[in-house]
T-cell receptor, first 115, second 109 residues
C-alpha cells in the first residue's frame, strides 16, 4: 500500500517568513495530493490540493508543488501569520473519479509562527 | 447544512465494554470513512464505504466493525474495547475532497 513520509515534524518560523513542508510518497499510481490544516482540538480542514496532471498550484499565500518523477510534493506558506500556527498533514491517494479514494496521511508537521 | 455530524464528542469506556460511534452526512456523498488519530501517527484509515451497501477494511481494522446503514449514516462499533483503542476518531465523507466530522475523543480505561 501507499506510504507517505512527512518532514519536518516540527517547524518554527518568525512571523512574515516562509514555511516549507515536504512529503514523499511510495505508490507511483497516486494522483491526488491534498493538504490539511488542523488547529488544536479541531477537525482537519482541506487547505489546498493538487492532482498529478499539474506541477504547481497557488491560493493566495499557500502553494503546493509536485514532482512526480521524484515522488515528492511540498507545501509553501509565504508571509506567515500567527493564525497559520497549526498541525499540517499531507496525504496521497489514487482518485478514480467516482468520488471514493482512501487517503494515506503523513504524520503531520506542527508549525509555530512566532510573533 | 450541517456537513458531517459525529456523536458522541467524548466517551470513557471500561476495558471490555462495547459502544457504537455514529456518523451522518447531509451532502449526498457516496463515500464515507472512519479514521483514528493518535499523537505522532497522523490519521489512519480504519474502514471505508465507497457506496451504500459496501464496506472495506483500511489500514487498522482489527477490533472494529462498521455498518453503512443508508447513504447518510456510517457507524463504527467497538465490540470489546481495549486501552489501545484510546484515540480520537474522525468520520469523513467525500465527493471532491474530504469533509471531516468534529471527532470523538474516546478513552478506554
Amino acid at each position: 500500500g501507499e506510504n507517505v513520509e512527512q518532514h519536518p515534524s516540527t517547524l518554527s518560523v518568525q512571523e512574515g517568513d516562509s514555511a516549507v513542508i515536504k512529503c514523499t510518497y511510495s505508490d507511483s499510481a497516486s494522483n491526488y495530493f491534498p493538504w490539511y490544516k488542523q488547529e488544536l482540538g479541531k477537525r482537519p480542514q482541506l487547505i489546498i490540493d493538487i492532482r498529478s496532471n499539474v506541477g504547481e498550484k497557488k491560493d493566495q499565500r499557500i502553494a503546493v508543488t509536485l514532482n512526480k518523477t521524484a515522488k515528492h510534493f511540498s507545501l509553501h506558506i509565504t508571509e506567515t501569520q500567527p493564525e497559520d500556527s497549526a498541525v499540517y498533514f499531507c496525504a496521497a491517494s489514487i482518485e478514480s473519479g467516482a468520488g471514493s479514494y482512501q487517503l494515506t496521511f503523513g504524520k503531520g508537521t506542527k508549525l509555530s509562527v512566532i510573533p | 447544512n450541517a456537513g458531517v455530524t459525529q456523536t458522541p464528542k467524548f466517551q470513557v469506556l471500561k476495558t471490555g465494554q462495547s459502544m457504537t460511534l455514529q456518523c451522518a452526512q447531509d451532502m449526498n456523498h457516496n463515500s464515507m470513512y472512519w479514521y483514528r488519530q493518535d499523537p505522532g501517527m497522523g490519521l489512519r484509515l480504519i474502514y471505508y464505504s465507497a457506496s451504500e451497501g459496501t464496506t472495506d477494511k483500511g489500514e487498522v481494522p482489527n477490533g472494529y466493525n462498521v455498518s453503512r446503514l443508508n447513504k447518510r449514516e456510517f457507524s463504527l462499533r467497538l465490540e470489546s474495547a481495549a486501552p489501545s483503542q484510546t484515540s480520537v476518531y474522525f468520520c469523513a465523507s467525500s465527493r471532491y475532497g474530504y469533509t471531516f466530522g468534529s471527532g470523538t475523543r474516546l478513552t478506554v480505561v
